[in-house]
């Protein structure tokens, strides 16, 4: 007995202490600056702007270095940011860019045209990260520093887009990178988790797997947007859900991404939190697979998106959701409503499916999704109830994203459908035109294989036209072609959302940007 | 025991679906950037080249490169391991410190309340998924009540102290950062509980069972007969005949702890080589999946050795040449 009394003693006296050491909520201060914490779940394994991106390292990406342009607002705009100005040439194929004078990187080194040359150069070397979007236009030689602020592009072939993609090639100082080069790397073990930057933000811990602490530079270049701008940005790395909402409601985190429909809902009941609550430019779609199976015949195909609650799909996200209009998203240019496009209509249905290989049914169909994404589940559950309607079975299937995208990648392989969620990385039509080419037959979002030589030969002319004029009919066509071929069940575009305390301002949403990516620049913090 | 180890979980990762290199390449990269990474890390060559080149790496502690991270995975280890050992070793000792003498107790008060609740706790430890414990503990003690950290190792604005060890708490001492040593200590205590728990209790019931079996004894009578109090009969006599069992299964928990913190790094944003570990197996990301069974494996090892001398302590039969 003396032991259990001895025990509880000492459990009394820990809780004491650990009482006593509780720790202080609201936002985090560093002398005079207001640090704003971001409970985020993604990793940021490199910052390297060579190497690659995704939501969470392109949000750090950002706030480190600076793009010849920049995509701010909602709808998206191209501003100015390096370039004060650029030409382009009748034809699209050279493109001159004329840089601010007054930029410097954080070592105080002026952001000059050759380090615009060379970090065009590393990036198309390295052939990772972003190379994909320019690789098949710009080569290394055809960059050109024409002055100590005056750099060309000389494009392969006319590429209209071109511009459309500058926001995500960072600027990177090359003394630095070579300075911390390691052997023939061109400094990417180096730029993992060091930044060679000119952004408004510089690293100042970067504990990996833990979080990433950036702080403002002052003095930056471009100056700030508000005099109340965040003094520095902690990423902290909160992987649950729950957690993330606690650290939320308790005051431990400023912003949240990434919570459920449901959580959001409760929480922007919650005094002194907001929810951003915007469309964004992701879009759901149950890819079929247009050459092999059952989906193979367009009627199937058409039925099967005739067949589908498309009311269904805002419902499971509590109606933070709209529908497709078209197979672009809203804020891509050029999208247009495509007159009478897909909407459950039974009757259509049966008689689309009449006309195929299997009048009445009587199949299973495979639906393959991300294995513990709930959404995508639910809507395997609305799949099964419409197309029962059908005489069809659906058997759901989910399968890691590996395992999916493995099963994605060949058409042999590819399921009968398959849930995809995709963000075009740029707001210019060709980026989600060209899902739909051949060349991207194999990526997640081509594994409908789809096929037809006369909208990918309208896809390949409108990208090497100048103007606008002259491409938007092109693009309208494509749309409407794309949608009577009925590759995929085309669903909706989820609102983008984010959890904050109400004394974070400053929040701009353009939906260019990744799921959970926000533009850190613009935040500030007006609490005292 | 290592070598079969490695070629298996060699063998694991080349037969299941995915292709890493297009995965580590991005969504939207290019046959032409596949293939380049392809190469650059080695996975266009035969894989029993594959395999040669990464059994010559691991003999001079090379353990390839993260096709995630970029790191070395050597060096990822060397980051997140420590933190999972400091929560295991931690979450052991708390299980141990707690589930023998509860044993003991239930055992000595068998069918008494004290029994009866010490098996509600004990079954409670079988059935309670530790995520869901995880979770109710951050909600009402970090939530709620404030008392604790709802996880991390540290304060966000404090830094970690100059490794020496790479154990946190460790290093916190040694460099005599009271403040950071109770701060990391705040942060380690429901993540620890959560996973003492299942173990606390697996310790219990075993030890509850071998001391009543133990009870039972002759010598035990006896030395009641010879009026030895009852807690010298029980921590001196019964106990350590008792211990045996219940070492096998401290040992066997060590392992499964090693290889099964997943949940509970998750839910406490603890950056253990778990997380490591699963992160790598979503991306098919081979080399730390490689890495961390190879590390699990061997200090599942260390760990049984240990337990073996711990034997031949307890019991000096088990130290004869021939054993008992």
């Known amino acids: 007995m003396t032991i259990t009394r001895l025990g509880g003693r000492l459990l009394v006296t820990t809780l004491a202490v650990l009482v006593a050491t509780a720790p202080a909520v609201a936002f985090e201060r560093a002398g005079d600056r207001k640090i704003l914490v971001f409970a985020g779940r993604q990793e940021v394994p490199t910052i390297d702007p060579s190497v690659k991106y995704d939501w969470s390292i392109r949000m750090m990406q950002q706030a480190l270095y600076d793009g010849l342009v920049k995509y701010v607002g909602n709808p998206p705009e191209i ?52 190379a994909w979007m320019l ?43 070579l300075a911390n080069q ?42 700030w947007p508000s005099k109340d701008h965040v ?40 005094p002194g939190i907001v929810v951003p609550n915007v469309p964004g430019m992701t879009t759901f779609g149950i890819k079929m697979n247009t050459q092999k199976g059952p989906t193979k015949d367009v009627n199937f195909r058409k039925a099967i998106a005739y067949a589908f609650d498309y009311g269904a799909l805002v419902k499971i996200y509590n109606g933070n959701a709209v529908l497709q209009t078209s197979p672009f998203p809203n804020a891509t240019r050029g999208h247009v409503a495509v007159p009478d496009f897909y909407r459950q209509d039974l009757a259509k249905a049966k008689e689309l499916l009449a006309r195929s290989a299997h009048p009445t049914g009587g199949i299973e169909l495979e639906y393959v999704y991300v294995q513990g994404l709930e959404e995508e589940r639910k809507m395997g559950l609305v799949l099964i109830d419409n197309l029962a309607k059908l005489g069809l079975k659906v058997k759901m299937v989910p399968l890691t994203w590996p395992n999916m995208v493995a099963r994605g990648a060949k058409v ?21 035109a060209y899902q739909y080419h051949r060349d991207s037959w194999g990526k997640y979002y081509g594994s409908h294989f789809y096929a037809n030589e006369e909208v990918w030969a309208l896809i390949e002319r409108a990208r090497t036209l100048a103007r606008w004029e002259d491409r938007a009919p092109l693009y309208l066509e494509i749309q409407r072609r794309i949608a009577a071929d009925a590759p995929e069940i085309f669903g909706m575009l989820a609102n983008r959302r984010w959890g904050m305390r109400d004394h974070v301002k400053g929040f701009v949403f353009s939906p260019v940007r990744f799921t959970g990516e926000v533009d850190l620049y613009s935040l500030a913090i007006t609490a005292k | 025991m290592l070598f079969g180890l490695l070629c298996i979980t060699f063998a694991i990762a080349r037969v299941v679906p995915g292709d890493p290199a297009r995965l580590a390449a991005g969504p939207d990269a290019n046959e032409d950037m596949v293939e380049t990474l392809r190469a650059k890390y080695g996975l266009d060559q035969p894989v029993p080249v594959q395999f040669v080149r990464y059994l010559r790496g691991v003999l001079v502690g090379d353990l390839g490169q993260s096709l995630r991270s970029r790191n070395a995975v ?13 929560l295991v070793t931690l979450s052991l000792l708390l299980a141990v410190a707690l589930g023998i003498p509860l044993g003991m107790l239930s055992a000595v008060y068998k069918d008494t309340w004290v029994d009866h609740t010490a098996r509600i706790v004990s079954v409670s430890g079988v059935a309670l998924p530790a995520f869901w414990l995880g979770l109710m503990l951050q909600l009402v003690i970090a939530l709620h009540l404030g008392l604790l950290p709802l996880g991390g190792r540290l304060p966000l604005t404090a830094s970690p102290p100059e490794p020496i060890t790479h154990l946190l708490l460790v290093d916190a001492l040694l460099r005599g950062q009271g403040d950071t040593f109770v701060a990391a200590l705040r942060h380690a205590v429901l993540p620890v509980v959560t996973l003492c728990f299942p173990a606390l209790t697996s310790i219990m019931r075993v ?13 035990i009578q006896s030395a009641r007969a010879q009026g030895f109090s009852g807690l010298r009969i029980v921590t001196r006599y019964a106990l350590r005949n008792a211990m045996i069992p219940t070492l096998t299964m401290i040992g066997l928990r060590y392992g499964w702890m090693l290889g099964g913190t997943v949940l509970v790094e998750t839910v406490f944003d603890w950056p253990g080589i778990g997380l490591y570990a699963v992160n790598a197996a979503v991306s098919s990301d081979f080399q730390p999946i490689m890495g961390v069974t190879l590390l699990i494996g061997v200090n599942f090892m260390l760990a049984n050795l240990l337990v073996d001398f711990a034997y031949g302590w307890l019991d000096p039969r088990i130290r004869r040449p021939g054993g008992a």
Request: hydrophobic share 40%; no cysteine; aromatic share 12%.
């Open chain 1, 79 to 130: 501003v100015p940011w390096l370039a004060e100005r650029w030409e382009v040439s009748p034809d699209a194929r050279t493109w001159t860019f004329h840089l601010v004078k007054n930029a410097r990187f954080h070592n105080g080194d002026p952001v000059t045209a050759e380090a615009v040359r060379f970090s065009f150069a590393r990036t198309l070397k390295l052939n990772q990260g972003p």
């Open chain 1, 135 to 177: 690789s098949a236009f710009l080569k290394e030689d055809g960059i050109k520093v024409l002055g100590d602020s005056t750099i060309q592009f000389t494009l392969t072939r006319p590429y209209a887009p071109f511009l459309s993609f500058l926001p995500w090639w960072y600027v990177m100082n090359p003394k630095q990178v």
């Open chain 1, 182 to 223: 390691q052997g023939d790397d061109l400094g990417q073990k180096w730029l993992t988790s060091n930044a060679a930057g000119s952004g408004p933000f510089r690293i100042k811990r970067w504990q990996q797997g833990v979080l990433y602490e950036i702080e403002a530079v002052d003095g930056y270049w471009k100056g």
């Open chain 1, 231 to 270: 003094g520095g940005v902690i990423l902290k790395l909160v992987r649950e859900a729950a957690a993330q909402r606690a650290a939320l409601l308790r005051g431990e985190a400023d912003i949240v991404e990434g919570l459920s429909a449901d959580d959001f809902d409760q929480v922007a009941k919650t």
């Open chain 1, 412 to 432: 042999e392989t590819a399921p009968d459908m398959m849930a995809v969620f995709t963000t075009p990385v740029s707001t210019d039509p060709d980026a989600v």
């Open chain 2, 74 to 86: 050597a060096d990822d280890l060397l980051r997140y391991f420590p933190n999972t050992f400091e």
């Open chain 2, 207 to 219: 030890n509850r069972a071998e001391m009543i079996e133990t009870l039972k004894q002759d010598y």
